[in-house]
């Protein structure tokens, strides 16, 4: 069953947005430094896709025109779309891996939760790519029917990660920092 939110529970802790995965760690490790103090807290850690794919798109399509062979912008091509849900399914084994353990489980806490943001984007697709239970989707309320409607299919979070960790790394190559660009979009969401 797909959770859906329109808007966080007051309750809840939510570190969002995270675009990078130097990002995602240190949020990570924050919530679990947290939870030694309040174990009944509830953290949610913020992923848009959707947002980091749009901006590392426009990257691709302006490093496509200027490449000088048909060849080096067909391996552009290649990763048109996928960073997002690859940086996506990368953090959600970083985030399984500290919660299997020792450190986690010496806490008895709350475990944090991945909060996939969907607001400004196709819920339904989000849904269906990403898929977990122990994923939380936030959507509009205007379109919290498409969103209820959506049909997970795909391996969701927990596969693809060999393919999605060989994306991030061919991005690295190409010498595109997810670090610089997710700054860059957390400074523009704090504006």
């Known amino acids: 069953m797909v959770e859906l939110w329109t808007a966080?529970?007051?309750?809840?802790?939510?570190?969002?947005?995270?675009?990078?995965?130097?990002?995602?760690d240190a949020a990570l490790e924050a919530a679990l430094e947290a939870l030694t103090r309040e174990p009944e807290t509830a953290f949610y850690l913020g992923l848009r896709p959707w947002e980091?794919?749009?901006?590392?798109?426009?990257i691709l399509a302006s490093r496509m025109s200027a490449a000088p062979t048909e060849s080096i912008r067909a391996s552009y091509r290649t990763l048109l779309g996928k960073v997002g849900h690859s940086l996506a399914r990368v953090a959600f084994r970083r985030l399984q891996t500290a919660l299997n353990g020792?450190?986690?489980?010496?806490?008895g806490a709350a475990a944090p939760r991945l909060l996939i943001d969907c607001l400004g984007a196709d819920p339904a697709a989000a849904i269906a790519a990403l898929h977990h239970d122990d994923a939380v989707f936030l959507v509009g309320a205007r379109r919290r029917a498409e969103a209820e409607a959506a049909r997970p299919c795909g391996p969701g979070l927990e596969r693809g990660?060999?393919?999605?960790?060989?994306?991030?790394?061919?991005l690295a190559n190409y010498q595109i920092d997810l670090g610089a660009?997710?700054?860059?979009l957390e400074r523009i969401a704090r504006a």
Request: no cysteine.
């Open 52 to 58: 980091l794919d749009e901006s590392v798109d426009r």
């Open 8 to 24: 966080p529970p007051k309750d809840a802790v939510v570190i969002r947005p995270l675009h990078s995965l130097e990002r995602f």
């Open 181 to 184: 660009i997710g700054a860059e």
């Open 161 to 170: 990660f060999a393919e999605a960790k060989q994306t991030l790394d061919k």
């Open 102 to 107: 020792e450190r986690f489980a010496r806490l």
